[in-house]
Every structure is written in C-alpha cells, then in structure tokens.
C-alpha cells in the first residue's frame, strides 16, 4: 500500500485534473471513465494545536456529521474516515443503507480493528521495526533486493532495520576495491598517525568526531554482500572504534614501535563483518605526547576527502567556525544511475580505437606468491624542477598533469616501440557537472585509460598539447567504470587494457588558519 501511494504522481493532484478537467482525447478516456469506488477511505490526521491546553477550543467527538447535501452528486456514495480521540483511533464509516448493511459495516469495522491490532504487533517486532520498502530505498532497484540487504545486515552484522539510516548501491570502484579487501584484508588499508600535545585528550578527540560523524553519513558506513551484488549502509550511530594502549611508549622507542603497531594494524585490516572502517587507537608517550593512529579503508574516502574530513575534525576541536558544508555521498550516486550510457560508449570506442596496436610491457612480472601486500611494492622518489614544470606549462596553455601523462607516453613508447600505448591515469571525479562535488566526502576518483599516439619524429610540445586535449575531453566520461570500458574496447574480461598506472594527487586547498598554535602535529 505505502509503494502504491507514493508512485503516485503529485500526490493524485494530476488524476483529478485529467478526469475533470481535461478534454476528451485518447490518451485521457482511459482515466475520465475509469469507474467510480463505493468507498473512500481518509486518514484526519491528529489535531495537535486543538488538544493544546493554551487552545480555545476542543473537538467534538462522537458526533455523526452529514457528508454532503441533498442535492451533491454522490460520486463515492461511501465514506470512511479515521481520526484520533485521545489516545485511540477512532474508525467512522458513513454507508448508505443500500451499500451496507448495519451488520456488515459492524464485521467490517471488526475486521479492520483486528488487522490493525496484528500489523502494529508486527511494526513492534524488534527483527523487523524500521523496515523498509523500495520507495525508501529506490537507488536499490527491487524490493528483493530491500529484502535481501536487509537480511544480510541482520545476520551479519547483527544490524537491525531501526538501526540504518539509508541504504545504497557501491560504485564500480568501491566493488573492485571491497573484492580486493575480501581477499586480502590489508588491501587498500589506510593510516594516518598525529600527535597531540598540551591539555588536548584522545578522549575528546573522540568526542569530536563522533559529533562530525553524526553529520557526515560516510563516516557512518558499513557494506554487505548479497546474491544481488555489493551495498553501503549508513547506520544511525557512530560505531568507530577507540583503543588507548595500555602501556607508555618511550621517546626512544617511538619510531620502532610506531612502525611495529602500523603493520600489525595493516595486516588486520578490515573485512565485511566489520561494523566500522574507522578505528582509532592512542598510545601515551613518555614526553607528554599522545600519538595517534587513524586506521580506515580507501572504499570509503579518496585523499581530497581526507583532507575535508581532518579540515572539518580540527576546527571541531578547535572550536572554530567551518564554513563549508559537505554534499552527501548519494547525492554522487544518484548522478551516477542518471548517466546515459550511449554517449559514454561512443566516446570510449573512439578513444580506445587502436587498442590491438598497444603493447603491454615486455617486463618481468613480479612472483607474489606467498607475499603480503606491504611486500608488493617498492617506492623511488624522484624530483622534477617547478619553475621549468610552471614556464612549460604557461607556455603551451597545457596543465602540471598533461605534461606528466605525456612524459609517461614517451617511456611506455621506447620500452614497447609501439606508436600507440595506453595507460591508466587517475581521475579526482571533482569535474563533473554535480553541485558541490568538490565537497562531498567519498570515493570519487577513477581510473581510466589514456591512450595516447606517440608518433617517431614527433614534436614533444604537440604531443604534450594532444594529451591536454585528450584529458579535457576524457573529463566527462571519467565516471565509467573499467569493466564498461573495456567492453567497449573490446577487449575480453580477463585481458587487459593497461599494465601501468599513472597518478597525479590534487587536494583541496585547507582551510584552516595554519598560523595558530596547534595541540595536533
């Protein structure tokens, strides 16, 4: 009944106006000689100002009142209403004798106590209270799929229906990281570590962020897994959890034993029955300090997003005034579902169009059986000069990214000696045409493939200026997952598009005033 009512458009006001207004014609016959009810059923609602004691006047109740004149047209001859006297409802069906008998309308209104009686038992229920229906939930697709959801987080995480505030499908991104945490646990894993100096305490620090959390539904996250694929819950509290260490680190041990806790806190990791991705733990140390570690999985925030949520946690703690206000991370996946697949398809099959004259890296690959994901990889820093990066990029009009994707073209080039490589690149997904996508807190970067033409011979400034151009066009269809794009490729599933990643990281200006003296470093 509740999804009848709501898909009704505009409440029924456009029913109304078609049947009684509008002129005859093909498409409105249908609803102007749809046949009339018998019964019309109308819920009064509750009078609170009249129940006031301030209010001068009161209801009458127990009073029969005609419902029309002698003369109005009896379209729904009968009528039943539903009102609150005191603290019950009381049920009043007007029905002209020829309808219903006295007996009948007497079972019916039995009947109609009787069912309300099981239904609110059933609404008590602790296993079911808060359940919800597809209307609630449309972004899920089906009510099998509500259902589901909702089993998964009872069962596994113990998460009843009146403890989540909202549910909602993962992107394709946040499903390809979750399926690498589902093997491997410290997949993906991320950390911060500060230190608080002065009167500042990790117990308020906890405070703070809860206060943050409850306003910020991202911060609130938990996902499930179903036969219909992966979903995020948002749940009412904030379930992070807070650990202080039970013994006092010494200023000379601190670097070892902070390198100790961080891997053993990576390798546990998190997995699909945890009920929070944020974990916090403090550890006294002999100097005062209190060091902290922040422990959360990269399905859930992206690094501009780290930056807005320390932003925002500081001047909560500082108890200074924070100006911006965070765009909800469904307001990103409800712009994902509106997309038109057509036009990305077309571009992506363009873009991608000499795919079979791409190599791959004639490199060895790395044997990682038996390893662990913190022995994978392996870090080489380089520096590139920044006023020669600005003058190259003032001259040619071209951004600090451009000019790095093109670099990167001319190595993939010399090591594959093909005049087409591709690679993937990184994508903030801040571009997009949603309002407030720069603050929103969530995952919202891509990766998605640059194949660039290295032509022999070539001018460097041009090709730097051609991948510019294709960046700027790669803007709009940046939100496409892998997996699509590479069907559209035509590449097959296990195959590959890429074997090198390129990524340029851009953050968000802080807006904190860096010139006070801070307990946090």
């Excluded at 018998?38 to 004691?53: I, T, V």
């Excluded at 009896?74 to 006295?102: E, K, M, R």
């Excluded at 296993?127 to 998964?152: H, N, Q, Y």
């Excluded at 490589?421 to 493939?449: A, E």
């Amino acid at each position: 009944v509740k999804q009848k009512l709501r898909a009704v458009p505009n409440k029924g006001l456009s029913y109304g106006a078609i049947k009684y207004l509008a002129p005859d014609s093909t498409e409105t016959n249908r609803v102007k000689t749809h046949r009339h009810y018998n019964l019309a059923f109308n819920y009064l609602g509750r009078f609170q100002e009249m129940k006031s004691d301030k209010s001068m006047f009161e209801p009458v109740e127990d009073l029969v009142v005609p419902q029309k004149g002698d003369k109005e047209t009896d379209y729904i001859p009968g009528n039943v209403s539903l009102s609150h006297a005191g603290d019950t409802l009381l049920l009043q069906v007007a029905v002209p004798t020829w309808l219903y008998s006295s007996d009948e309308v007497i079972r019916l209104g039995r009947s109609w106590c009787e069912w309300m009686n099981r239904i609110v038992d059933h609404c008590l229920d602790t296993t079911t209270i808060g359940g919800r229906t597809l209307s609630d939930v449309p972004l899920l697709g089906s009510a099998s799929v509500v259902e589901d959801v909702e089993t998964e987080l009872l069962s596994g995480l113990k998460l009843r229906p009146l403890d989540i505030e909202d549910v909602y499908p993962v992107t394709p991104l946040q499903s390809g990281l979750l399926t690498a945490m589902i093997s491997d646990p410290a997949e993906y894993v991320l950390q911060s570590v500060f230190d608080i100096r002065g009167d500042f305490d990790f117990e308020r620090l906890e405070t703070c962020w809860k206060s943050l959390a409850l306003e910020t539904p991202l911060l609130r996250t938990v996902f499930v897994s179903t036969v219909h694929g992966l979903f995020q819950a948002v749940t009412n509290e904030d379930l992070s959890e807070w650990i202080m260490l039970p013994a006092t680190w010494l200023s000379d041990e601190i670097d070892t034993l902070t390198k100790e806790y961080l891997d053993n806190d990576r390798q546990r990791g998190f997995t699909l029955m945890s009920k929070s991705y944020h974990r916090f733990a403090a550890a006294r140390i002999s100097d005062g300090r209190i060091r902290v570690f922040w422990t959360h999985h990269h399905s859930l925030m992206d690094g501009w997003s780290l930056q807005l949520v320390m932003d925002k946690l500081l001047s909560i703690c500082y108890g200074e005034e924070y100006n911006a206000t965070f765009v909800p991370f469904k307001d990103h996946i409800e712009w994902l579902a509106q997309q038109d697949e057509e036009p990305s398809r077309l571009f992506w099959e363009s873009a991608l169009a000499n795919s079979d004259q791409s190599q791959q890296l004639a490199l060895p690959k790395p044997h990682l059986d038996g390893q662990t994901s913190q022995t994978k990889y392996k870090a080489l820093a380089l520096t590139v000069p920044l006023p020669g990066m600005t003058s190259v990029c003032r001259k040619l009009g071209v951004t600090p990214s451009s000019v790095f994707r093109a670099a990167w073209s001319i190595v993939l080039q010399q090591y594959t000696r093909s005049e087409y490589v591709t690679f993937g690149s990184v994508v903030s997904g801040r571009d997009t045409g949603l309002d407030g996508v720069d603050k929103i807190i969530g995952m919202l970067i891509n990766t998605v493939p640059i194949q660039v033409h290295v032509s022999t011979g070539g001018l460097t400034d041009d090709l730097i200026v051609d991948v510019h151009r294709l960046s700027t066009d790669i803007v709009q269809y940046s939100h496409c997952s892998l997996v699509d794009v590479k069907r559209w490729a035509k590449v097959a599933p296990e195959g590959q598009l890429f074997d090198t990643i390129l990524v340029y990281e851009n953050y968000p200006p802080s807006e904190m005033d860096k010139s006070k003296l801070r307990p946090f470093t």
